[in-house]
């Protein structure tokens, strides 16, 4: 074992007992519980010390996000997921053929027609992603402008809600987005007596949960606060990833990453799980199945027994957008809000 992997080791492991070690002006410090820290540690550090002091000191370097305004529309790669997502679209794989895509619905309080279309028009020109298109050999760029997106709108009566509602959900819930085509997310807008219905289907090429339910936040606030603009942006997507991508590349990521080959081998096989054997090629159809315990009222945080629910979601998210996208993974209820 090399000296760096045995410092790299001995970081982990005090690390993992709960102590702190860090540099600082060329010094090694350390906080840890009593006991935590044993005298082989110690003499351990001090025999690695230099190569302990040059991880930490890699750790603390920050990687500077800067927004490249000159290539903002050059053509970049994509992200892992984001690569995966597109190769799953293809039907020449088993169980290929499927798109990563949501649909969802939000009740909001009647909502003007006029005012959703320009607020969420004014949001694709703020986020760079909802202007992307896709290249099927690997790279993905942002379109400088578009034309104006437009949000259909339907009214119906009591009677004939749940019709509207599932004849629209039938139209968008299973919508498959050419990459190549602009866009790759569509809304709707449902009007019934008493509540208007925000009816979202987007690909996840282009925004993953958390995203999603910041966008949903981003528009709460200016349909709620008309005079109260939004923060601007400092940087876009493509900053971002292009910077992680230099991180990967870094000294510190090619250390981490030799001392993760030579742990492969020690790790246990991926499990073998049964696939089924059938030589059927079909278009993929989710069926999304509800399930609710016994008693408990819905309100503002998660009942006893817990509810799963996929859509509809009652009441806006303006106060969920912090934990939502974690709430929605473990595929627990989103707390219903009075839409303030």
């Given at each position: 074992?090399?000296?760096?992997?045995?410092?790299?080791?001995?970081?982990?492991?005090?690390?993992?007992?709960?102590?702190?070690?860090?540099?600082?002006?060329?010094?090694?410090?350390?906080?840890?519980?009593?006991?935590?820290?044993?005298?082989?540690?110690?003499?351990t550090?001090?025999?690695?010390?230099?190569?302990?002091?040059?991880?930490?000191?890699?750790?603390?370097?920050?990687?500077?996000?800067?927004?490249?305004?000159?290539?903002?529309?050059?053509?970049?790669?994509?992200?892992?997921?984001?690569?995966?997502?597109?190769?799953?679209?293809?039907?020449?794989?088993g169980?290929?053929?499927?798109?990563?895509?949501?649909?969802?619905?939000?009740?909001?309080?009647?909502?003007?027609?006029?005012?959703?279309?320009?607020?969420?028009?004014?949001?694709?020109?703020?986020?760079?992603?909802?202007?992307?298109?896709?290249?099927?050999?690997?790279?993905?760029?942002?379109?400088?402008?578009?034309?104006?997106?437009?949000?259909?709108?339907?009214?119906?009566?009591?009677?004939?809600?749940?019709?509207?509602?599932?004849?629209?959900?039938?139209?968008?819930?299973?919508?498959?987005?050419?990459?190549?085509?602009?866009?790759?997310?569509?809304?709707?807008?449902?009007?019934?007596?008493?509540?208007?219905?925000?009816?979202?289907?987007?690909?996840?090429l282009?925004?993953?949960?958390?995203?999603?339910?910041?966008?949903?936040?981003?528009?709460?606030?200016?349909?709620?606060?008309?005079?109260?603009?939004?923060?601007?942006?400092?940087?876009?997507?493509?900053?971002?990833?292009l910077?992680?991508?230099?991180?990967?590349?870094?000294?510190?990521?090619?250390?981490?990453?030799?001392?993760?080959?030579?742990?492969?081998?020690?790790?246990?096989a991926?499990?073998?799980?049964?696939?089924?054997?059938?030589?059927?090629?079909?278009?993929?159809?989710?069926?999304?199945?509800?399930?609710?315990?016994?008693?408990?009222?819905?309100?503002?945080?998660?009942?006893?027994?817990?509810?799963?629910?996929?859509?509809?979601?009652?009441?806006?998210?303006?106060?969920?957008?912090?934990?939502?996208?974690?709430?929605?993974?473990?595929?627990?209820?989103?707390?219903q809000?009075?839409?303030?």
């Open positions: 074992m090399t000296d760096h992997s045995i410092a790299f080791e001995l970081l982990q492991r005090l690390r993992n007992r709960g102590a702190q070690l860090w540099e600082e002006q060329g010094k090694l410090n350390y906080r840890a519980p009593q006991g935590v820290i044993s005298a082989d540690d110690l003499h550090l001090r025999a690695h010390k230099a190569n302990v002091l040059a991880i930490l000191a890699g750790e603390q370097q920050q990687t500077t996000l800067i927004a490249d305004e000159t290539a903002r529309f050059a053509p970049f790669p994509l992200s892992q997921v984001q690569a995966a997502y597109l190769v799953g679209r293809n039907d020449a794989f169980y290929g053929g499927v798109a990563c895509h949501v649909y969802l619905e939000v009740n909001y309080p009647l909502l003007q027609h006029a005012r959703v279309s320009a607020i969420w028009n004014e949001l694709v020109a703020r986020h760079d992603m909802l202007r992307a298109v896709f290249d099927r050999s690997g790279s993905q760029r942002v379109l400088p402008d578009v034309p104006e997106l437009i949000i259909d709108c339907a009214s119906s009566g009591a009677e004939q809600g749940e019709a509207l509602l599932d004849s629209v959900k039938q139209q968008m819930g299973h919508r498959l987005y050419q990459p190549e085509q602009w866009p790759l997310f569509s809304l709707s807008l449902s009007q019934l007596p008493a509540r208007s219905v925000l009816h979202l289907s987007m690909d996840f282009i925004a993953d949960w958390a995203s999603i339910w910041l966008l949903l936040g981003e528009f709460e606030t200016r349909y709620q606060h008309p005079d109260q603009p939004l923060p601007p942006l400092k940087i876009q997507f493509r900053d971002y990833l910077a992680e991508r230099g991180m990967d590349e870094s000294p510190a990521a090619q250390r981490d990453r030799a001392w993760w080959q030579q742990r492969i081998p020690q790790l246990p991926s499990p073998q799980l049964p696939l089924l054997d059938t030589q059927e090629r079909q278009p993929a159809r989710f069926t999304r199945r509800f399930f609710a315990t016994a008693g408990g009222t819905l309100g503002g945080t998660q009942t006893a027994g817990g509810t799963v629910r996929y859509y509809p979601y009652s009441g806006g998210v303006n106060r969920l957008c912090q934990r939502a996208a974690a709430l929605v993974c473990q595929r627990t209820l989103l707390p809000s009075d839409g303030t």
